[in-house]
């Protein structure tokens, strides 16, 4: 059971990292709701209007964009009409990878966990200081998670679950995410669902990162336990932000910690968004034009981070020459 817990954390942390790519860990950035599906919203009016691009060639097909957040709150929903018109009206929805079916599946589950193993004789100990591990095992223990098969893998897994529990502690909910919410829908509704990415590329993503670059990212995970009022806060502006609708906004939240970098952590910074940003952009703007290509209609669903701002995949494709509009109503 303890297992299964730890898997389920540790898949939050890797769809909630896409969101917080362009900060420091210490920020944090989007599960069964099926009581929040299509046949069971509550009829009440949206307050919240979050961004939607519509994306159209020059045969008229189109693409929705939808930038998600991975955690929720209650006024989230239902999402405004125009964002279920758009889904209603797609063939196909696209996420990142389809977490519900994922979370079914325990012999996939278990074969990425072991992307984070050391195959090396080493253990965590190893690699990283005696005080940062002690503080890592007594977060790990007070939340009940930690065990000792833990020292067999490496310093990226044992930050993906603290970061987890740091989510949990900021009072964000994981339960009302929305692209679990869309994806529970599409279930609802018997409408396809298809991959941009897989929970296989993002395990192998993280585990990649240079033992530098873990190491940076466990310390600054550790150093955020110190201040969980300052998460908490936020975590509430990144939500309020997305809820809003503030185009210019989120993109500003996203990009501020890149400058005030200091130099001597440039390397690592570029290294973190070359792998988290830059790369999987790339991915899923070309996922984005071979789905216009084929001419059915598509609602894409991924990190917001991915969508808004500079080099995200809205920007790509308008600069491919692809129509770009954004809806907020």
Known sequence: ?????????LLIFILCFSLCACEEVEIITPFDTSSLSSSNEPEVSAKSSPLLYKVTDKSGNVLWLFGSIHVGRDEFYPLPDYITDAFNSADKLAVEFDIVSYEKDMSAQ???LRTFLYTDGTTIKDHVSEDAYNKAVKILTDADLYVSMFDQYNVSLWTSLLDSILIEKTGADTELGIDRH?????????KEIVDVESAESQYEMLAGFSEELQMFLLNETLSSFDD????????????DLWAAGDEKGFAEYLSAEENNIPKEQTALYEE???AMMTDRNALMTDFAENALKSGEEIFMCVGAAHIVGEGAIAQNLKQKGYTVECITK
């Open 110 to 112: 278990m074969q990425t």
């Open 1 to 9: 059971m303890k297992l299964k817990k730890i898997i389920s954390l």
């Open 182 to 190: 869309l994806i529970n829908k599409a279930y609802d509704d018997k």
């Open 272 to 274: 973190y968004t070359k």
């Open 228 to 239: 969980e009022d300052l998460a908490k806060k936020e975590m509430t502006e990144m939500m």
